[in-house]
């Protein structure tokens, strides 16, 4: 198999040749990093990151909200140095883990139903650089921080931003996974 290189517009591939079979005419720069389909499937959400040394284009680093029916962008919400994105079982909340190299990283929650209003804010421990937002079923967001020895994952109070629990472990897990 060749190795294949995807660039931010294109949507979906052959899975033979991968050669692109559909795209979206995205606002040009940086990458994706992160895609999450909402639960009800029409919404495709897109989390553009750049790296520090290149030049930020406008709009700058953002969660871009695709219409996957007419595969248009329909949304974008700008947010320096995005990590990771998932969504809420029901849809109606959009977890980002915001990461801010050195100074304290966050977790933020919009509400997909009301133009993407940013509803919990919360800064993580800055010992860790965390990684990844995954929702569990349950819609509590976990997060996962490592450092080069060692990490913690923490379950969120996704009303109040609040920190449930958090289990340290030794090592450096790449992923979170869940079965939903």
Not at 152 to 157: F, G, N
Request: hydrophobic letters at 35%; glycine letters at 6%; aromatic letters at 8%.
């Amino acid at each position: 198999m060749r190795n294949a290189s995807f660039s931010s517009q294109d949507l979906e591939h052959d899975a033979a040749t991968l050669e692109p079979v559909a795209t979206v005419d995205l606002p040009r720069g940086g990458h994706i990093v992160d895609l999450k389909m909402s639960p009800s499937g029409d919404r495709l959400y897109a989390l553009r990151h750049f790296e520090s040394a290149a030049p930020v284009p406008e709009p700058p680093a953002a969660v871009l909200v695709i219409d996957p029916a007419t595969r248009k962008l329909i949304h974008t919400i700008p947010y320096p140095n995005p990590r990771s994105i998932d969504v809420s079982p029901d849809g109606r909340r959009l977890w980002l883990v915001q990461n801010n190299h050195g100074a304290f990283d966050q977790l933020v929650a919009f509400d997909t139903e009301n133009n993407f209003t940013e509803l919990v804010s919360l800064r993580l421990d800055k010992k860790y650089r965390y990684r990844q937002v995954m929702v569990h079923r349950n819609g509590q967001p976990w997060v996962l921080g490592t450092t080069p020895r060692e990490g913690t994952v923490s379950q969120i109070d996704g009303d109040t931003g609040k920190v449930i629990r958090t289990v340290p472990f030794t090592g450096m897990p790449v992923y979170l996974a869940s079965l939903r």
